[in-house]
């Protein structure tokens, strides 16, 4: 399913498509008096993989409880509900596969499923993960409530993974709320890192600064660092979903107070950037969401 949506953030499912996939079967002891229940799980699986492939996402949230938690190897957790809300899919062309996946019944209407996963990416590329998910029964149908995963073996090829930044490469422009935004991207020379340089003005007000954007090998994922020139500095944790990138950003105020904030990115088309920023706080206080569409610079068209 998603690709290290909040792993990364990664709010980084990667695992949650193999483990919705019902290409093996659950364990034997999850037979018997719970057959009719683990058959039922298999098949939300199976309807999960549908809505994905159409990039259905109200049908993805569906299968998710109100309060259904993706928690990645870091402890960083995001409320599928609220993300599904925002996002949309496209077709995923990673292949998956799933082993040695057990599957418990607590109650009759609590099951965690465990087990390790691995994508294949189109180029070749693989990531292997480590998963326990908890299904319930909520009103008379099996959903995901909870899912965690650890990284099993790390990827040996990032290539790939960057490669999907290129998106965002050549000039950018765009207004929202009488502010005017600037954004220049290219890659350095070696293209481990993408650069980012930001301006923002408001009447006379303005703010600049450079974000570079690139592969962290602590955390496994794609990782953002920005340094702005009022003082302020950020990081951001990176995943992707289709055309949609999920930014889970953190930034140190020169007052030393922190913001944070969910930045979304969709591509309607190759030359347009819709980024929406959302549940943004300053010290524990809610901020304003905003909104602004950018447009690529004619000349960098392809």
């Known amino acids: 399913m998603p690709h290290a949506m909040f792993r990364h953030a ?10 919705l996939s019902g290409v093996k079967p659950l364990a034997a002891h999850a037979a018997g008096e719970h057959a009719e229940a683990e058959a039922a799980i298999r098949q939300a699986g199976k309807d999960y993989l549908a809505a994905l492939a159409r990039g259905d996402a109200k049908a993805l949230a ?24 925002s996002a949309t899919f496209g077709k995923d062309a990673r292949q998956v596969s ?3 996946s057990t599957l418990r019944f607590v109650t009759d209407d609590v099951a965690v499923e465990e087990g390790t996963s691995e994508t294949v990416a189109a180029g070749g590329a693989s990531d292997k993960w480590h998963f326990e998910a908890t299904w319930v029964k909520d009103q008379g149908r099996w959903k995901l409530d909870s899912l965690h995963e650890s990284r099993a073996a790390p990827s040996t090829n990032h290539a790939e993974e960057l490669a999907s930044l290129d998106v965002f490469a050549g000039q950018w422009s765009g207004e929202a ?11 350095d020379a070696n293209k481990k890192f993408l650069r980012r340089d930001i301006s923002i003005t408001s009447g006379k007000a303005s703010l600049a600064g450079t974000q ?13 660092w ?13 995943s992707r979903e289709g055309n949609v990138w999920m930014v889970l950003s953190s930034r140190t105020l020169p007052d030393g107070a922190v913001s944070s904030a ?14 929406k920023s959302i ?3 300053v010290s524990g206080q809610a901020t304003d969401d905003f909104e602004v569409t950018l447009k690529r610079a004619a000349a960098a068209s392809k």
């Open 226 to 238: 920005t340094f702005l020139d009022d003082g302020s500095y950020a990081e951001g944790i990176w």
């Open 98 to 100: 799933v082993s040695d």
């Open 62 to 85: 569906d299968l998710w409880t109100k309060a259904g938690t993706f928690t990645d190897e870091a402890g960083r957790a995001v409320k599928m509900h609220d993300f599904l809300e």
């Open 212 to 224: 570079l954007i690139g592969w962290d090998p602590q955390s496994q994922g794609i990782k953002s």
């Open 177 to 187: 709320e009488k502010s005017a935004m600037r954004i220049g991207a290219k890659w």
């Open 10 to 19: 990664q709010f980084c499912f990667g695992v949650l498509l193999v483990l």
């Open 262 to 275: 969910t930045h979304i990115y969709k591509f309607p088309d190759k030359n347009t950037i819709v980024w």
């Open 279 to 281: 549940r943004g706080s």
